[in-house]
């Protein structure tokens, strides 16, 4: 129904007047109608970069083909020129089958910038390693100060991450010796050391760079080579059975398998190795030509000089219980590693007598002691 006129002024007036009410209200209280954020200030919100929590360190790291970088290959500050490491090489190493990146990460001299290694190239070493699928072990050269500097080194490199990426593990090269200490003093100052170092990071496992098997006595004795040493402690022994005395019927055998491991069948199978990896780590385009010319060098060389040892292996572990008549000797400790790499290999299949007297070498209390604080599954190096 249509609306009067009078009708339409009134509506009109009203709404007028509903609008100069509003407009009163909404200029008297500006605050009242404004949209407003409810929280906290952003400056008080603390930010929190969340990353995976860092991987337990395992024994893994040390095991397979390894290389070693120093200071003087990765650092600037004891390069004089361009660096000849660097994270990107990281990929060329995994290309030739290396597993583990063993890296200097700090040092004790005038030079060192801070606890640690440039740690902008220590952050890229470990990236690069993630990106490489390699494990990298930081290693650092105490040099057995009466403070508390290699212990704040070694804590620093225990310590160091980035995005929760830290060290696969941790080893202390033991061989500085330039220093006015003694040989005494000098292994009290490492025990210390180790002691407090273990105490601090728990059960990870530690590494040692060691020197080469040596003895040293407080005379000034520095003595090396595996078998020099055992011969030299059984001199200081003389009533040990580990060495027949000469005259006794054994006497012949323990000399021929005390020297057989390091001075035949060990280089023959360091030389085997070395021919695998000449065939497996070859480019592909001449890979065919250098496997012919490796497997005749095996065929002729090695193949048959480790028959003839192991063939002779097998007939004296046919009327002996050991190596050198009924008892254990020093023989049967040195060519243990030998003959262990060539059960890892296989080689010992068809041979029972072998297969008998490893079965019985690792059956040994002193075998199975040296195991467990070795903390490794096997003790052989493979290629």
Known sequence: MPLGPSRNVVLLAGSVLLLGVLGVLVSNTPDRYVLRVVGDPLASVEVRLVVDAPAPRMLDAYRGLGTWVDSYDFD?????GDITVAPRDLADMAAHGVRTLFLQSSRSDRRATGLVSDPWLL??????????D???VAWY??????DDEDLDRLLAIDRFSVLGRRFDGLAVDIEWNRDDLGAIERSHRLVNLSDRLRRTVGGDPLGAIVMPPVITDENGLVLAESNAVIDYILDMHPESPLRPAPG???RVDYLFWFHAGVGSLMPMQFFNGLLTMMKARSPALVRSVIGLATDKVREMLVAPRLKVIFDKLESDLGRNTWLAGDRLTAADISMCYSIASADAQGKLEGRPNCQRWMKQMRETP?????MEKDGRETFVFSF
Request: glycine content about 0%; overall charge negative; charged content about 20%.
């Open 76 to 80: 600037p500050a004891y390069v004089p």
């Open 141 to 146: 050269l105490p040099k057995w100060a009466d």
């Open 134 to 136: 390699m494990a990298v």
């Open 366 to 370: 002193s075998f199975q002691r040296a």
């Open 123 to 132: 952050a890229e070493f470990l990236l690069a390693a993630d990106r490489t």
């Open 248 to 250: 006794e019927a054994a």
